[in-house]
């Protein structure tokens, strides 16, 4: 199987491909700086650039069975406060760029990292957690993945959205609750 990844090169985005090297997949992934990459992957072939071109995304997809997508605005820190280092459409640009190569390639899964409280989720948030997201820069954050998941929604491609509540860098597992198209 031959996946592509985009946000390759990020925190769960590495993660990602490590488990696709356990498991012998396949991989293209598309990264502004390739010497990012922190996993050696016999199987990964890259390209340089970022998914907000469309045409890029296009040639990344070719040959692919699945789309897996682990992208976020970042962010200059973990501060929720600190200066945004992504264009605030990046996700939903992203997203809707996969969405058009998939259908000129027929490929018809993807995957896609959303977050915890984004779009009717969030009021089973905690108050201030609420607060935080409406008043820091976090919102652009919740304010594009809520436009990747309506693309996803309205689109005719088999989706899977993950809204991990945290993610940490440790081995114990969590009961999961799925929910997709």
């Not at 959303?114 to 954050?141: C, M």
């Amino acid at each position: 199987m031959k996946i592509l990844l985009l946000g390759a090169t990020g925190r769960t985005g590495a993660e990602v491909l490590s488990l696709a090297k356990e498991r012998n997949l396949e991989v293209h992934a598309i990264a502004r700086d390739p010497s990012k990459l922190g996993v050696n992957l016999p199987e990964l072939t890259m390209f340089e650039g970022t998914s907000l071109d469309s045409e890029l995304v296009g040639r990344a997809m070719k040959g692919c069975d699945a789309v897996i997508s682990c992208l976020n605005l970042g962010r200059t820190s973990d501060n929720p406060f600190a200066k945004l280092t992504a264009p605030e459409d990046l996700l939903s640009t992203s997203i809707k760029n996969a969405l058009t190569s998939m259908e000129n390639n027929g490929v018809k899964r993807i995957v896609v990292m959303s977050a915890w409280g984004v779009g009717d989720q969030i009021n089973e948030t905690p108050w201030y957690f609420r607060l935080l997201v409406k008043h820091s820069n976090v919102k652009y954050a919740y304010d594009d993945h809520e436009r990747q998941e309506g693309l996803l929604q309205n689109s005719n491609i088999e989706w899977t959205i993950v809204r991990p509540v945290s993610l940490m860098n440790k081995d114990e597992l969590k009961t999961l609750i799925i929910t997709n198209n």
